[in-house]
Structure formats: structure tokens, C-alpha cells
């Protein structure tokens, strides 16, 4: 079961959201409805999320992705629709019972920290468990807790008006893990922070995810931050869901013009991975041949060197043709002696990488899974021709829109 | 040609209904008077018990360690003076009707700015309300409180208490009004109870708006303390209105400064205690 299940949820904003309801469901446009004084939010949002998935919602300001993760704890109350946390249905709670779900199931970061200035780092940190009614030892050691997970023990009793963002933001996420809820909601957790300790933060969070494992609603309007953090990403726009999908899927199969656009200023070596751009090494070369055998099945393929292997695949290393022709020369019997050392990459390898070892090594890199075996090789042309294919799908479609 | 439209018996109607307020409740208030007028003499004949050197040292050093080293010494010089001038008693007096009309004002007016930040409804009541407390000449009030309160302290504190709870009502208001939204978004994230909320985030982060509204009703009492002599509130007031009926300018300007002394002092211990809480250093 999955563990938050959006079903087709919609929010209203204004004195008559059944009327921008009833427009709606007659398919008229977002504009139409805001004329009559409603605004739409989000309209028929769907999605699930399973237990301890890291799901990134991305648009662009106003496609409702903040309405939406507001919706989740009824922060914002949805017109239509329902949300099943567990299997239960949040929309019909009663305020005690919903009071109870945002103290301990549900918690929240915030875009700009909305951090209490009058209580101390601790006292913050604690805000949850006091509202829950803990008592004071409890929620000192539960919040010291939390304020080592995010690396701010020391910083107890200090207030936040002393703490740099990115410290301030550390504060925020204690404040959410101290109560140890299941699902935790990150309102552009990190966009009020300066780029370099954003990536601080955005590592340092997936290393946490590993430790801690909530269920993760991540928001951002940034698609290199989305491609970086999420396990999937739903896309959004006007308040409707454009895509879902793992980031190589959006990458590689936008849904439609408006997600290709999108995806095309991201820098694709980072995004791509050594897999994208594998090819069958179709011919190698095994220890016991000899220096004839390989350079025929060098010419017969058209390679400069090749992978050399066991019988059971696993990587030896590679020969030029160069060193096999004066091994004929010396009459080598087998060149087994001749093999240089190769450097290796696992398909989940980024391309940028990738670049960074071609730049050193002229023949084919061979491709290995964990137990040394090769799955295929990369090559120099393969990888500029992958970036220059995603380069040119983008300009074309950069055109055709600007024609349009 | 101008037909003769009657007059609108405003005044009259509104004799009538204060005698008709008077004859059934002055049992009420006149009790009320008495059980003040014994608090507001306690406290007098108690700050007047201690001996003015040692009342003066010790406001001195209140004032040194709220505001800082030289308000205690404007707080020592500045009493030491009223002694000087054989104004002390008249002094206490005046404090003593200033401190129990700002404790009422407080008691009145925090519940009541509360109320209105948090409820749209209370709020389009109270303000015209106010406007109302405010712009009215403050002797106005003198003429009905002298027959539910008779003369005296406590008919001085009841319109001294309506002239000078407005600034604490509209800036409780405000301060809770203008506590940032993601920060009451925050306490809402994490299931507070609007009690929980109102205490552990709007009040705390409200204090210094309603200190500055604190002040400012402390400021207003003081200036009712000229009109309220006339209804015989004693105190610096007194003296004033004495000098002004015996045409003594010497002694009006005398009580006067003592008046603007007592009121700089307050004024600038008020002022620090809400500038120094934390939530006005984090901003």
C-alpha cells in the first residue's frame, strides 16, 4: 500500500469555490475561472508515494506545487478530492484528530526556515514535542537528538538569529525530525540558500534519507535540485500534474513540449550516466591469443585497441594496436605480457565523469559491473554524440516553439 | 424661509439615561469607589512610609539595570530634585494614580487587543470604539464619573483608565496581527491548538508592540493627571490646578517640570523593557 495516495485533489481559492469547481469540470480554462474571482490552486492532482521514497513535486511559481504540499497536512483545505495517508483518508478528520496527525505523523520544512526568533536553537528544535506535551527533560534530550543528526550539537542555546541559513535551515530540519514523524514535507527547503551550501544540503539530506528512511515531499522549482534529491518527480503546471516519472524518464521521454522545454537547459553530463551512452564491445581480445589474432580482430571491427578478458569476461586490461603489431615483430607467442592496465567506470557512473577519464585514456573504457565483469565499453565519439543528440532535440524543439 | 427644524435632544437623552444608570447602579459603583479609593491610599501611605532617599535608590537602581547606567543616574537626580522642591508627596500621588490606571488599563486592555486581532467581528466593533475613547475631550468623562464615583482619586483613575487603554488595545492588536505568517504557518505544521499557538508564538512574539502600547497608556495617564485635579485627583495635578486658580506662575512651572520629570523617567524604563526582549534583537 502506498503510503500517501493523492486522488484526484483540487483546491479552490476564493467566495465560491463550487463554482470554480462546476467551471472546472466543464473544462473551462484556468483564466476563465480566475475571471469569476476563484483562483485554482491544483485541479485533479493524483499521485502516490511509496514508504521511504524521496518524491520530488517541481514547477515553476504558480503551477500550485505549494498549494499542493499544503493540502498533504491541511494547511491549505482541499475543495474536492481526498488523500489517504496509510490508507486513511485525511480529508475527513475532525480537528482534534487532524491537530494529531500534524504532531506526529506529518511535519514540515519551510522555505525561509520560520524559525521561532524568541526561543533558542533547543527550544525550536523542541516546538513539536512541547505541543505534543512532553515533558521538559524528554524534549531537551529528543531535540538534542535530532540538532546532532543535522550537526548542530553545540549550537543548543543559541538563538537563530545567530545562525548563518544554512545553519538556520539545520534548525528548521531538527525542528521536523525531533517529533520522528513518518513523512516529512520540504517546502524549497533549500532555495533561500546560497548555491554552494544548497549542494552542502542537498548531499548531506540523501545521506540522511539513507539513515532515517521518512517518506520524503520535496518542492522546488529547481530541476537540477529535483534531478539531484528525487527518487521520482512529478511535474507540474497551471495546477495540473504534466509527468511522473524517475529523472532519467523525464529526461529521456518528456511527456511534452512544455517538460521538454524544461529539460532543456539542464546540463545532460550530469544528468546521464555512463549507461546511456554503453555500447557492446563487439569483439575482445582474451590473454592466450596471440599478437596476430588480435590485430584481425582489431581490423575486422575497426578498433585502434581492445578490451582484454577471461573466459568469464572479467577485465584484464587492453592492447593497442601499436603494441600488438611490434609484438608480431618480436614474435610474442601470446599477449598475455603486453596488457596494460585500464582504467573502469560502473554504468551509474555521470557522464562528467566519464569526459574527466577520456580526457586521459585514448582507447575504449570499459563499462564493469561489481564483480569486475564488462558489460560493454564507452567510447569518446559515443559520448559526444550522446550530448550532442540531447543538445540538438532541444534546439529543435527551442525553434519549432519560436516559430510557433 | 429656514423652516424651524426642533432640536435633537442628544443631551437630553443622554442625562436621562445617565441618571437612570446612576439611580440604579451607584450602589454598584460607589462600592467599587470605596474598595479602590482604600487600595489607591494603601499604596500611597505605603511609598510614602519608606523614606524618599531609600525610594529613590532603589527606582535609581530599577531603572539602572532595565535601561542602563545612565538612565539610573537621570532616575536618581531627577527624583532627588522633586525632593528638593518639597514636591515628594504629590509625586507619589501622582505615580500611585498613574500605576493603578495603567494595571486596570493593562488588565482591560490586553484581553480586549487580543480579542480583536484574532476575530475579524470584535475587531469592527472595538476600533470605532476607540476612536470614539480617544477623540472625545478627556474632561468629558469627569462630569458623569462624579456621580457614580464621587469626587475624588478614583473617579480621576475610571476616566483616566478610558482615556489612556487605547493605545494598549490597538497595538496588542497589531502585534499579533503582524507576526509573520510562515511562523504561524510553522506552530499550525505542527499541530498547535490555537491556545498553544496564542502563547508559545503570537503573545511572545507580540511583546514589544504591546510594551510600546504599554507606554504610550502609561504616557496618556500622566497627562490626565492636570484634568483629573479638577475633580480633586490631588497629586502634581493639584498643584497645577492650585497655581492656576491662585494665578502663581512660579508654582504651575514648578509642578509642570515635576510632571515632565515623572514622566521621562517612566517613559524611558517602559520604553527599554520591550526593546530588550529577543524578539526585537532578532529583527
Known amino acids: 500500500m502506498a503510503k500517501i495516495k493523492v486522488e484526484k485533489l483540487t483546491k479552490i481559492f476564493g467566495p465560491h469555490p463550487e463554482q470554480g469547481l462546476r467551471m472546472l469540470d466543464e473544462g473551462k480554462s484556468n483564466a476563465d475561472i480566475r475571471e469569476t474571482g476563484q483562483a485554482v490552486g491544483i485541479a485533479d492532482v493524483s499521485f502516490e508515494v511509496e514508504e521511504g521514497e524521496f518524491l520530488v513535486v517541481m514547477g515553476l511559481s504558480g503551477s500550485g506545487k505549494s498549494t499542493l504540499i499544503r493540502c498533504l497536512n491541511r494547511l491549505n483545505e482541499p475543495t474536492r478530492g481526498h488523500i489517504f495517508i496509510d490508507g486513511d483518508d485525511i480529508t475527513r478528520l475532525d480537528r482534534q484528530a487532524l491537530l494529531k496527525l500534524r504532531q506526529t505523523k506529518i511535519s514540515m520544512v519551510f522555505q525561509h526556515f520560520a524559525l521561532f526568533p524568541h526561543r533558542t536553537v533547543v527550544d525550536n528544535a523542541a516546538y513539536g514535542l512541547e505541543v505534543q506535551g512532553l515533558d521538559a527533560d524528554e524534549r531537551r534530550r529528543r531535540a538534542n537528538e535530532a540538532l546532532e543528526l543535522v550537526g548542530l550539537d553545540g549550537w543548543a542555546d543559541s538563538y537563530p538569529g545567530q545562525l548563518s541559513g544554512g545553519m538556520q535551515q539545520r534548525v528548521g530540519l531538527a525542528r521536523a525530525l525531533a517529533v520522528e514523524p513518518d513523512i516529512l514535507l520540504m517546502d524549497e527547503a533549500f532555495s533561500a540558500l546560497d548555491p554552494l551550501i544548497r549542494r552542502d544540503m542537498q548531499h548531506e539530506m540523501m545521506q540522511l534519507q539513507q539513515r532515517v528512511k521518512k517518506t520524503i515531499v520535496f518542492i522546488t522549482h529547481d530541476l537540477d535540485e529535483a534531478l539531484q534529491v528525487g527518487d521520482r518527480i512529478v511535474l507540474m503546471k497551471d495546477g495540473r500534474v504534466v509527468q511522473i516519472g524517475t529523472p532519467e524518464e523525464i529526461l529521456n521521454n518528456p511527456a511534452n513540449a512544455y517538460v521538454e522545454r524544461f529539460v532543456e537547459n539542464v546540463d545532460m553530463s550530469r544528468v546521464l550516466t555512463a549507461q546511456s551512452v554503453l555500447q557492446r564491445a563487439r569483439v575482445v581480445a582474451f590473454p592466450n591469443d596471440g599478437p596476430r589474432t588480435v590485430l584481425r580482430k582489431m581490423a575486422d571491427e575497426n578498433y585502434a585497441s581492445l578490451l582484454v578478458v577471461n573466459r568469464d569476461y572479467t577485465l584484464v586490461g587492453s592492447i593497442s594496436a601499436e603494441v600488438a603489431s611490434k609484438a608480431v615483430k618480436d614474435g610474442v607467442e601470446h599477449i598475455e605480457s603486453l596488457v596494460e592496465e585500464t582504467p573502469s567506470v560502473t554504468p551509474s557512473e555521470s557522464l562528467m565523469n566519464v569526459i574527466g577519464i577520456l580526457a586521459d585514456w585514448r582507447w575504449l573504457l570499459p563499462v564493469v559491473d561489481e564483480n569486475n565483469k564488462v558489460l560493454g565499453v564507452v567510447t569518446r565519439a559515443g559520448v559526444l554524440t550522446a550530448l550532442a543528440e540531447n543538445n540538438d532535440t532541444s534546439d529543435s524543439e527551442a525553434e519549432r516553439s519560436d516559430a510557433a | ?283
Open chain 2, 1 to 283: 424661509m429656514i423652516p424651524s427644524v426642533p432640536k435633537f435632544p442628544l443631551a437630553h437623552g443622554i442625562d436621562v439615561a445617565l441618571d437612570w444608570l446612576t439611580h440604579n447602579f451607584s450602589w454598584l459603583t460607589q462600592a467599587l469607589s470605596h474598595a479602590i479609593s482604600a487600595v489607591i491610599d494603601a499604596i500611597v501611605a505605603g511609598l510614602l512610609f519608606v523614606p524618599p532617599w531609600l525610594l529613590i535608590i532603589i527606582v535609581a537602581a530599577v531603572g539602572w539595570r532595565v535601561a542602563g547606567r545612565r538612565v539610573g543616574i537621570f532616575t536618581a537626580l531627577g527624583l532627588l530634585f522633586l525632593w528638593n522642591l518639597r514636591l515628594w508627596q504629590p509625586t507619589v500621588e501622582t505615580f500611585t494614580l498613574v500605576l493603578i490606571s495603567t494595571l486596570i488599563a493593562v488588565a482591560i486592555g490586553l484581553p480586549l487587543g487580543i480579542a480583536a486581532a484574532l476575530n475579524k467581528r470584535t475587531s469592527r466593533i472595538v476600533m470605532p470604539v476607540l476612536d470614539f475613547m480617544q477623540t472625545m475631550p478627556a474632561f468629558v468623562y469627569l462630569i458623569p464619573a462624579i456621580p457614580f464615583f464621587g469626587l475624588g482619586a478614583v473617579s480621576a483613575s475610571v476616566a483616566t483608565v478610558i482615556f489612556s487603554t487605547p493605545p494598549t488595545i490597538r497595538l496588542t492588536a497589531l502585534g499579533i496581527r503582524q507576526v509573520p505568517g510562515d511562523l504561524i504557518e510553522a506552530a499550525d505544521a505542527f499541530g498547535s491548538s490555537r491556545k498553544q499557538k496564542l502563547f508559545k508564538v503570537q503573545l511572545p512574539m507580540a511583546v514589544p508592540t504591546i510594551m510600546a502600547g504599554i507606554n504610550q497608556t502609561i504616557m496618556l495617564a500622566l497627562s490626565m493627571v492636570v484634568i483629573a485635579a479638577m475633580i480633586g485627583a490631588g497629586g502634581l495635578g493639584g498643584e497645577v490646578w492650585e497655581a492656576i486658580q491662585r494665578l502663581e506662575p512660579g508654582k504651575g512651572f514648578e509642578s509642570g517640570i515635576a510632571i515632565v520629570i515623572l514622566a521621562m523617567i517612566l517613559d524611558r524604563i517602559t520604553q527599554r523593557i520591550g526593546r530588550d526582549s529577543k524578539v526585537a534583537s532578532a529583527h
